[in-house]
């Protein structure tokens, strides 16, 4: 059974940090592009960042302020999220996919974390 599993959300203050994790299971981790994506309410899921084939890449709203990584051995993907703003507030989602060279695609979800940011 697969599962993506993220904590570390929770409500920071503007300018503040929160580092989220997303513990995988059930596949192999290392040959799987990974990201995390956001929906704030009313609004509809977009990527936030990803590694795909090794090279990272951002959304523009979150650039020199959010840094994604990896750690294979450990099967976790983390978001370190510097300088918070109010408008980073959504709920977050960790992805991992990857298409086999038979054409099949494996695409999992985590359940989100809640982040809120707000003085």
């Known amino acids: 059974q697969v599962q993506l599993v993220e904590s570390g959300g929770g409500l920071a203050q503007p300018g503040g940090s929160l580092r989220l994790s997303c513990a995988a299971s059930?596949?192999?981790?290392?040959?799987?592009?990974v990201g995390w994506f956001r929906q704030a309410p009313g609004k509809q899921r977009g990527l936030v960042a990803g590694?795909?084939?090794?090279?990272?890449n951002y959304a523009d709203s979150v650039k020199g302020r959010f840094t994604i990584s990896r750690d294979n051995a450990q099967k976790t993907v983390y978001l370190q999220m510097n300088n918070l703003k109010p408008e980073d507030t959504a709920v977050y989602y960790c992805n991992a996919k990857r298409t086999t060279s038979a054409g099949r695609t494996y695409d999992y979800w985590g359940q989100g974390t809640q982040v809120t940011v707000s003085s």
């Open positions: 059930g596949i192999v981790f290392s040959v799987y592009d």
């Open positions: 590694i795909n084939r090794g090279i990272t």
